[in-house]
């Protein structure tokens, strides 16, 4: 699961650093980090997808919250057992309730 949130996180903090550098101009010098590139490329994406341009970050935002939702899910599910008794000690710490016991497993 290390491997995928790398292979998963990596693509996302390139591409909105480069974002964040080039919509602000921060260029150190690079032509890639200039903002005359940015519009060129959302430009280009827009055109490509049939969008205004300036919709065409959000839509990369959009996509990236569903990815992370999905990859939440398959980490909860793998989880579940450590999360709910985490869950049933919250709630016996904060509401004062003793926790049902846990039914047997077949």
Known sequence: MRYILTIWALPLVIFWGWFGLSYYDVNFG??????????IYFQLAGQIMG??????????????????????AIW???RRRELASWLRRQR???????????????
């Open 30 to 39: 690079y032509l890639m980090l200039s903002r005359q590139i940015h519009d």
């Open 92 to 106: 016996e710490r904060y509401s004062g309730q003793a926790p049902a016991p846990d039914s047997p497993s077949a």
């Open 51 to 72: 969008v205004d341009p300036a919709s065409v970050p959000w839509f990369i935002a959009k996509a990236c919250l569903f990815d992370t939702l999905i990859l939440l």
């Open 76 to 78: 909860a599910f793998r």
